[in-house]
């Protein structure tokens, strides 16, 4: 069970690229989140997914968009990379509210992005 | 959205007792949590408490809820080198602190 699994770990972009993170989860989890963490900061929500084919606007969404095709699959893109999005972006994942741990959530290990 | 508030840093002796502190401001906040994240991983999560609960013990964990004056705290017993991380507290799914980093000194 390979729980929630984040690619790539680490990546270098210049200014102006565009590149997609990956987030996959095995535990037909129905909620899926993106989250930014930068030093002093915590983590920032980017963007949300209650379920497959939906995606919402979290705290931080600017710059960024996000695809849910599959259930297990909650996409990233960042269209033209800045260095303000140098940051390490986690994703995470958990069931549907209502369930018995239900409000358990799992984290992914990180992804290190560095825009220059 | 909720703010959720905690202290930047907290600096303890190994074997003492470490008191992480957070207030959020949603009254609503139906579910607490407690996340450590150790240095280049992800969020593991520690425990994490109801809103109709005053207190949680987990072996060396104690969680306390005071609800009127929306303040959540972690109280982590005989504190060890291997406690040393940052620890988030978080309410509902997704608002979370900003971390404290919890530095134990043997």
């Known amino acids: 069970n390979a729980g929630v699994t984040q690619t790539p770990k680490f990546r270098v972009l210049k200014t102006g690229q565009s590149m997609t993170l990956l987030c996959a989860q095995d535990?037909?989890?129905?909620?899926m989140y993106w989250y930014r963490q930068d030093p002093g900061m915590g983590l920032r929500l980017i963007h949300y997914s209650v379920g497959e084919g939906t995606t919402a606007k979290g705290e931080v969404p600017d710059g960024y968009n996000v695809s849910r095709l599959k259930k297990q699959n909650f996409l990233l893109g960042l269209e033209s990379a800045a260095p303000s999005q140098t940051s390490v972006y986690f994703c995470?994942?958990?069931?549907?509210?209502?369930?018995?741990?239900?409000?358990?959530?799992?984290f992914g290990e990180g992804s290190w992005l560095t825009v220059v | 959205g909720e703010d959720v508030e905690q202290s930047l840093f907290l600096s303890v002796r190994e074997g003492d007792s470490s008191v992480i502190n957070c207030t959020y401001t949603d009254s609503s906040s139906t579910y607490l949590y407690w996340y450590k994240q150790e240095p280049g991983a992800g969020l593991q999560l520690l425990t994490y408490i109801f809103s109709n609960m005053d207190m949680k013990q987990d072996q060396r964990l104690t969680v306390l809820l005071n609800k009127k004056d929306k303040h959540l705290s972690l109280r982590i017993a005989d504190t060890q080198t291997g406690d040393s991380a940052i620890y988030f507290c978080a309410a509902n799914k997704f608002y979370f602190g900003s971390g404290t980093k919890l530095n134990v000194k043997p």
């Open positions: 995470a994942s958990t069931h549907s509210p209502g369930r018995v741990y239900g409000n358990t959530i799992y």
């Open positions: 535990m037909n989890h129905e909620y």
